[in-house]
């Protein structure tokens, strides 16, 4: 079954959502972070099409295949540095935000590596990204 376009429905609500990545593109937050981070929320959400957009993204700012590939178990992996870890930590505490919320552990960690105005933006981004994840997945169906 033909699921609806919300972008062709609803462009008023893909401007909005391009708003905020329109704040994104002016975090402080490096830019090949943020691709991680959004590639993350997307393996977690299983959204297919998101995870290709941000594996590719990700390799055209200069990411290797195998810190790409490795993002899926990324606590395994000796590939990213303490401050990575703190995003991944809380990208994936707000992507499963029904579980434990953003916990108060994984919070404290972010303070060790990013300012409050980072940590907005960081706590923005998971949520962006879980909110193409969702959508994406809605209009596509199994």
């Known amino acids: 079954m033909a699921r609806v376009d919300i972008q062709a429905i609803q462009p008023e609500a893909y401007k909005a959502m391009f708003g905020l990545e329109a704040y994104m593109a002016k975090s402080s937050i490096e830019k090949n972070l943020q691709e991680l981070v959004r590639l993350r929320a997307s393996v ?3 959204c297919q099409f998101c ?3 941000h594996s590719t993204a ?3 700012l200069g ?3 195998e810190r790409i590939n490795a993002i899926s178990n ?3 992996s000796e590939l990213f540095s303490d401050k990575e870890r703190a995003a991944l930590a809380a990208v994936d505490d707000i992507t499963n935000i029904a579980d434990a919320g953003l916990r108060d552990e994984t ?3 972010l303070g060790e590596f990013f300012s409050e105005e980072e940590i907005a933006q960081l706590i923005m981004l998971g ?3 879980n909110a193409w994840n969702r ?3 809605s209009m596509a169906g199994d």
């Open 127 to 129: 949520a962006l990204i």
């Open 44 to 46: 977690i959400n299983g």
């Open 107 to 109: 919070y404290s960690r």
């Open 74 to 76: 990324w606590q395994e």
């Open 58 to 60: 990700a390799a055209e």
């Open 63 to 65: 990411e290797s295949q």
């Open 51 to 53: 995870t290709g957009m």
């Open 135 to 137: 959508m994406g997945i």
